[in-house]
């Protein structure tokens, strides 16, 4: 019989993963009045679940998982349309960003692909804006510093996700992995 | 292709993105002409407000200058709401003595066919928060933590008129 893509092991830690973004989401509430500002703790988990399930896929997995769970939680908002999409983005984005750059291990690639993943989600809710015919941004100098806002927040995640992947490495939790496939 | 390459490129593709959202942003911005409605000027991007049918004035984002912003914690979700009192808003650009208690104000959105409405006395009362929050692609929220306009469901999502109707 052909093996599956993904154990069922690694399924259910991305399905683990996939809810902490949710949760976090709703129970983790920084005192930030900025756009985007989630991405610290998102793109960590995000880079934390794509270096744990070293695979082609594994991000969008947790992407579409917690888009699943955010939608039907009523999370964003814009409606269920926008954070399905904008969640999904999340993850699609970040594994495009690794399958270009490489390990979420790595130093230099973890915030960029970081930035990328979360600019996807950027993306997703300005594009749908346009499409429903919302009106231009109110303020134009606004939409640049959600831009910036995102890339940062988006880059400062990854980076976390990697310095957590490295502790986990150091700790033998990928060893640990190993044996139970 | 060494990594190094491979970072430049993705470097370069965040960028090009950027960029675009960008050009694309300004390309609509300079394709709405300011339009002008009698002696009303409405910018790119600016709300009309009506009263009693007929155009007075635009807000527009430099009326931000203006007003003060003001915040408090939504219940749904436990985020912080920021932004400026319709009150504020409407004061601006009208005389009080225009406005009755029972004066109905209605915030809609042609994108999202959504509308509240809220008497001038709801929205003259603070306590109510009914106020636009600055969403993060730049355009307006109508929130508030009144009945019937305290969820996520009920507040509108970007506003593009404000219609008062004094009669």
Redesign the interface.
Known sequence: MKPRYFSTFQLILLAQFAALIVVAK?AL?L?L?L??HSGLFWMAIVMVGAGVVPKRGAATLIGLTSAILAAFL?????GALDTFLSYLAVGVATDL?LW???SPE?L??AP??G??GH?GK??V??AL??I?????????L???K??VS??VFGALGGFLGALTLAALRRAGFFAYLAERK | MKQKTRINIGLLVLVVLVGSVLGIEAWRRARAERQTVGEVVLTPGSVPIYLDGQLIAGFQPTDLEQLSKVSFVDAEQGKTQEGWLLRDVLLLHLQRKRLKADSLITVSSSSRNKSARVTWAQADEAANWVMFDLSGRGTLKLVSVLEGLKTRDQWVQDVDRIEITSK
């Open positions: 709703i509430r005192p009045q756009p985007g009523g999370l964003g908002d814009f960003a270009l750059m490489g790595n230099a690639v960029l692909a930035a990328t600019f950027f993306l809710k300005w804006a346009g429903l015919g919302a009106p231009m941004g109110f303020v134009a606004g939409l640049l959600s831009i995102y890339l």
